[in-house]
C-alpha cells in the first residue's frame, strides 16, 4: 500500500479491509515522513504497533 492511501483509509470514517501479516487491522495514523503506520488488530486495540506501509494489504 502507499501512503497516501493509508493516509485516506485512516482518515475515512468507513472501515476499510486492511491486512498486516494476514490480520485484519485498523489504520490509528500515518507518519508520511517515515513511511509508517501506528496500526491494531480489530479485536485488540490494546496492541498498537509501528509498521512499515507498504507492508499493509487492502482488499
Known amino acids: 500500500m502507499d501512503k497516501q ?3 485516506e483509509i485512516a482518515a475515512s470514517p468507513v472501515m476499510a479491509n486492511v491486512t498486516f501479516d494476514g490480520q485484519q487491522i485498523y489504520i ?3 507518519d ?3 513511511g509508517t503506520a501506528t496500526i491494531y488488530p480489530l479485536d485488540q486495540p490494546e496492541e498498537k504497533q509501528n509498521v512499515m506501509v507498504d507492508h499493509l494489504v487492502e482488499y
Request: glycine share 0%; net charge positive.
Open 5 to 7: 492511501r493509508a493516509k
Open 28 to 30: 490509528e495514523k500515518v
Open 32 to 34: 508520511e515522513q517515515n
